[in-house]
């Protein structure tokens, strides 16, 4: 019992050390319409935003995708 615990605790902490380490290599996204550079940390403002990622540019508004790009509506 006491090696399938190590087992989850080693492979948790490996879990967490890559997903911090994914998040930290992540290159910055500039908005396509106006160029400003979003913020680290983002905050969804819908449901699509919060699944799937995506940001409200913080200078001009435009809703973006993941990457940046400026969403058709």
């Known amino acids: 019992m006491e ?3 190590t087992g ?5 902490a490996l879990t967490v050390l890559a997903v ?3 998040m930290l290599s ?3 996204v500039k908005c396509a319409a106006c160029g ?3 913020p680290a ?3 969804p403002r819908n449901a699509q935003q919060a699944m799937w990622g ?3 540019c913080a200078g001009c508004g435009a809703e973006l ?3 940046g790009q400026v969403k058709a509506k």
Request: hydrophobic share 40%; proline share 4%; net charge positive.
């Open 36 to 38: 400003r550079e979003q």
């Open 3 to 5: 090696g399938a615990l």
């Open 41 to 43: 940390v983002r905050t």
């Open 8 to 12: 989850m605790i080693i492979g948790a």
């Open 54 to 56: 995506g940001y409200t």
């Open 20 to 22: 911090v380490w994914i």
């Open 26 to 28: 992540r290159k910055p």
């Open 65 to 67: 995708d993941a990457k």
